[in-house]
């Protein structure tokens, strides 16, 4: 949908649930096995896919909250969905690195997990953020240097956001 580079790093997980679902047309790849298995989700487990939609849909009210947008619905806290997929801290004895990881790397929920806590302490998750635009919403990342992003592609979204706002002009 957008020409934008993938997020750096877990945030790329991320953005990809986000947009699994196209507002525009209702196309969503978590209907389909290859999408469901992409995310490491069983096909037919019902409980795992209303996990995953539940989960995309609270991370992009993360996303539009970092564009400064209000939720486009009412969704459960992030801070609770996560807190069912908890992580590890791993220190290397030998060399002292640490590295975080996903308790269950099975669970897509520790996975996320995982990438938010990466992106905080990178400082790179509010740069993940959702398109202004009302039927599209799709996450991107935001590389512009002041981080003041709007849309997920200039060349679209972008593009009839100002077309509107020029005929406003202009009417």
């Known amino acids: 949908m957008n020409d934008r580079a993938p997020a750096p790093g ?17 196309a969503d790849s978590l209907d389909t096995e290859e999408g469901l298995r992409a995310f490491g ?12 939609r539940e989960l995309r849909e609270s991370l992009r009210v993360a996303c539009l909250a970092h564009a400064g947008y209000p939720p486009h ?5 992030l801070t609770e ?5 908890p992580v590890r801290v791993r220190v290397d ?9 996903a308790s269950d790397s099975a669970s897509l929920t520790a996975r996320v ?13 509010l740069r993940l953020k959702a398109c202004e635009a009302v039927d599209c919403h799709w996450a991107y990342y935001d590389r512009s240097p002041a981080g003041r992003g709007r849309w997920c592609d200039m060349g679209v979204c972008g593009a009839r956001a100002k077309m509107r706002a020029y005929r406003l002009r202009r009417a």
Not at 81 to 85: M, T
């Open 41 to 52: 989700l069983a096909p037919g487990d019902v409980g795992a896919l209303r996990g995953a």
């Open 10 to 26: 877990g945030l790329a997980l991320i953005q990809d649930l986000v947009n699994t679902l196209n507002l525009e047309t209702g």
């Open 73 to 77: 619905r009412s969704v459960r806290e």
């Open 113 to 125: 997990a995982v990438a938010v806590a990466e992106g905080l302490v990178a400082g790179t998750w």
């Open 93 to 101: 004895a030998a060399s002292g690195a640490a590295s975080l990881a």
């Open 81 to 85: 969905l996560l807190a069912e997929g």
